[in-house]
Structure formats: structure tokens, C-alpha cells
T-cell receptor, first 114, second 115 residues
Framework: SAVISQKPSRDICQRGTSLTIQCQVD?????MFWYRQQPGQSLTLIAT?????????ESGFVIDKFPISRPNLTFSTLTVSNLSPEDSSIYLC???????????FGPGTRLLVL | LAKTTQPISMDSYEGQEVNITCSHN???????ITWYQQFPSQGPRFIIQ???TKVTNEVASLFIPADRKSSTLSLPRVSLSDTAVYYC????????????????FGKGTKLSVKP
């Protein structure tokens, strides 16, 4: 299984600012995904981070609000822009390899917007 | 993508076997069934995956009837550390991504294990 780290682990931000979250994997992976998990809720897929091309966003999520980069096969960033208190959530990245049908998740980034 | 239905919560005692059933009536031919476990303040962790019949690993068993319209995660002899939320996912391939793939989480089942 892949070992995944996320930075920062938590942050408190002011409304109107942005936060960039980093996801680093210890091996090359085919797929990388970003999820949001609001307090007490299930996980919601934000987008698939595609290496070398624009991310694929799920319904209800747009690039202007959640720009994503994936410069190589081991690293991705998610930026949450123009923060509002409604963005307070846990953001998780996950990965999948070419030969496995399972996802491995990072520890998450807990964001609080004041 | 097949929609899943699970009980919202379950209670058990240490040492008991726990069975959590997931309904997925419109599962497609190519869909896998995958279960994840999530502890508070952690990302979900893969438990087990199957396509049909029975799958067993070191932590759990997965029972899938012939019609595949449901599946049951079986946790043998649970301990306090098994208190967590358990998610059932049904989808074609994680490599398809998004709503076509194995990436849509339902509400999950909150399992509470008591001493």
C-alpha cells in the first residue's frame, strides 16, 4: 500500500483568503483524488487530479474555487479559494495504483474558516 | 453508479461477531463491492473487496449472494478498537474515476463496540 502525507494537517484561515493543501505519495501512482468531508458527514469527491492536464471536477465543484495541480505521479495540490465558513471541513487526498482497485487515503487536512 | 443503503448505526459488545449489510439493488455486471473503515480524524482505510461469493482476509469476511444485490461485511470477535464508521462502495473501476468509478461514498454505518 502507498504511504500518503498531507500538509498542513490543520489550519485556521480568515474568510476571503485561500489555502493550498499538499498531498505527497511515497511511490508513483496512477490516480489521485481529492475529497471533502464535512463534520459528521460522509466523503464527497471533489475532483480527480490528472497528471499533466486539467483536473476532472465532480458536479458542484469548479476549478475557480478548487484549483488543482498534479505536476508528477507522486504529488498534487488542492487550493480552496476565497474561503468562507462553509468551507470548514476536512480535505482528503487518495490514490490508486494501476493494478489495484482500492484507494489509499491520506490523513486529511482539517480547515476552519473564521 | 449503484446506490448503496446501510444502517446508520449499530451497537455491539466486545468478542461478538458483527455483520453489517449493504443493499445495492441496481449493481451493474462490472461493479466491485469495497468496504472501508474510518476512525475519527483519520482517512478511510481499505478493509476488503469482492465481486461475488465470499472473500476473507485477516481482518474481515465479505459475503455476496448470487444476485449481488446486497453484501455483508463480517467482523469476527470485535474489540473496542473496531469502533468506527464503515462504508460500502459499489462501482466499476476506481480507474474510471468519479461517478463512473468506485468513488461515491454513502452515509456509512457507525459501529459502537462496548466493553
Amino acid at each position: 500500500s502507498a504511504v500518503i502525507s498531507q500538509k498542513p494537517s490543520r489550519d485556521i484561515c480568515q474568510r476571503g483568503t485561500s489555502l493550498t493543501i499538499q498531498c505527497q505519495v511515497d511511490s508513483q501512482v496512477t490516480m489521485m483524488f481529492w475529497y471533502r468531508q464535512q463534520p459528521g458527514q460522509s466523503l464527497t469527491l471533489i475532483a480527480t487530479a490528472n497528471q499533466g492536464s486539467e483536473a476532472t471536477y465532480e458536479s458542484g465543484f469548479v476549478i475557480d474555487k478548487f484549483p488543482i495541480s498534479r505536476p508528477n505521479l507522486t504529488f498534487s495540490t488542492l487550493t480552496v479559494s476565497n474561503l468562507s465558513p462553509e468551507d470548514s471541513s476536512i480535505y482528503l487526498c487518495s490514490v490508486a495504483t494501476a493494478y489495484q482497485e482500492t484507494q489509499y487515503f491520506g490523513p486529511g487536512t482539517r480547515l476552519l474558516v473564521l | 453508479l449503484a446506490k448503496t443503503t446501510q444502517p446508520i448505526s449499530m451497537d455491539s459488545y466486545e468478542g461478538q461477531e458483527v455483520n453489517i449489510t449493504c443493499s445495492h439493488n441496481n449493481i451493474a455486471t462490472n461493479d466491485y463491492i469495497t468496504w472501508y473503515q474510518q476512525f475519527p480524524s483519520q482517512g478511510p482505510r481499505f478493509i476488503i473487496q469482492g465481486y461475488k461469493t465470499k472473500v476473507t482476509n485477516e481482518v474481515a469476511s465479505l459475503f455476496i449472494p448470487a444476485d449481488r444485490k446486497s453484501s455483508t461485511l463480517s467482523l469476527p470477535r470485535v474489540s473496542l478498537s473496531d469502533t468506527a464508521v464503515y462504508y460500502c462502495l459499489v462501482g466499476d473501476s476506481v480507474h474510471y474515476g468519479g461517478s463512473q468509478g468506485n468513488l461515491i461514498f454513502g452515509k456509512g454505518t457507525k459501529l459502537s463496540v462496548k466493553p
